[in-house]
């Protein structure tokens, strides 16, 4: 699978006989991703498979999406690709000091004086800010709240995170 691929979805389960999906979002963009029209490609767990599908319909229903695929009439035919992947092969434009997950995770952390932490292996959405989960050189996990006074700057080209060590953060 390409590097420029970025996941927006997975196909959860089925909805009803007539070929709807149950789709998880995993963007920040779901009124685009899933809007008709779009297009997008299923892509099986291990990566060998991949099916590429056009949006008919989408909406909201809890934390998932309802969506309608053009590629599929009824249950039976969307029933194999249950647990597949949801991807997009363009990037939506974003703000400053706004970043996609995947260029994030793998970052290694460092300190003002340069010192290196350990690296990001995930990122948590509680809810007033992200919380980017960081694994310490040392094995044990830190979490670096994305605010201004902790992260003071991200190279995306470079893979770095710089941080200001507040009391207690690390421990």
Request: net charge negative.
């Amino acid at each position: 699978m390409a590097a420029k691929w970025l996941t927006v979805g997975k196909l959860i389960n089925t909805h009803g006989v007539r070929g709807e999906a149950k789709v998880w979002p995993e963007t920040d963009f779901p009124e685009e991703r899933f809007g008709k029209g779009t297009r997008l490609t299923l892509v099986s767990p291990d990566e060998s498979k991949t099916l590429p599908v056009t949006v008919v319909s989408a909406r909201p229903q809890k934390n998932l999406y309802i969506v309608k695929f053009q590629e599929f009439h009824d249950i039976n035919q969307l029933e194999p690709y249950k647990g597949w992947s949801i991807k997009a092969d363009y990037r939506v434009p974003l703000e400053d000091h706004e970043f996609y997950f995947q260029d994030i995770i793998g970052c290694t952390v460092q300190s003002e004086s340069g010192e290196t932490l350990g690296v990001i292996t995930e990122i948590l959405r509680p809810g007033a800010n992200d919380v980017w989960v960081m694994k310490r050189t040392n094995g044990k996990l830190a979490y670096i709240p994305y605010i201004e006074d902790v992260v003071l700057n991200v190279d995306v080209a470079a893979k770095t995170v710089t941080i200001h060590v507040m009391e207690g953060l690390l421990e």
